[in-house]
């Protein structure tokens, strides 16, 4: 004869198999939600963030979603992606002016080449006071390091977010463009 209620008569039974339900719903929630690059005007929770953001925690902007659209998902990269103010302010793209136009895409196409590395690089594998360097997909070479605050610098850019992850991307948002000097020449935008 089968005995109903048998879990619930063996208190330790059944808290184990309660237990194991939890831990197995939490670890599926965090491995699902664990560090997802912020979209629109979502809350940025648990990136570290520069002091005094001005951006509101936005993510990545429309450029830098373009820009990430650009690489590969299944590949591990690095992209030290300027923000959203920097493509403006160094590249004089703005939302709305310029998106349809032919060269804002293939300006975006060179920040790409200088800014992506082959290879997955977090904040923690540098080391404070500490330089490293890369090579980006274009053989432009990357000066890696990291301030007291863990935030990264890269060629005198600091960044602003750091170890966003799209995929096998590890995305660092960057209060600037890292562009060598040819290029940074031919995309001075006019009001300067």
């Given at each position: 004869?089968?005995?109903r209620g048998h879990f619930t008569k063996d208190p330790i039974k059944f808290l184990c198999i309660v237990v194991s339900i939890a831990c197995t719903f939490v670890l599926c929630f965090s491995v699902l939600k664990l560090n997802e690059i912020p979209q629109?005007?979502?809350n940025v929770i648990g990136l570290k963030l520069k002091k005094n953001r001005i951006d509101g925690g936005r993510g990545v902007g429309k450029f830098g979603e373009i820009v990430i659209g650009m690489l590969p998902q299944d590949l591990g990269f690095t992209l030290f992606l300027p923000s959203e103010k920097a493509f403006e302010r160094d590249l004089?793209?703005?939302l709305g002016e310029n998106e349809n136009e032919n060269n804002t895409y293939a300006i975006l196409t060179r920040v790409l080449g200088f800014s992506a590395v082959?290879?997955?690089i977090y904040a923690d594998d540098v080391q404070i006071g500490k330089e490293i360097d890369y090579e980006s997909i274009s053989?432009?070479?990357l000066y890696i390091s990291k301030d007291s605050d863990g935030l990264l610098?890269?060629?005198r850019i600091a960044s602003e977010m750091v170890d966003l992850r799209r995929g096998k991307i590890v995305v660092h948002v960057m209060d600037g463009v890292i562009m060598d000097p040819e290029f940074e020449q031919s995309v001075r935008p006019d009001d300067d």
């Open positions: 004869m089968k005995q629109g005007n979502e004089g793209l703005r082959p290879a997955r053989g432009y070479t610098i890269v060629n």
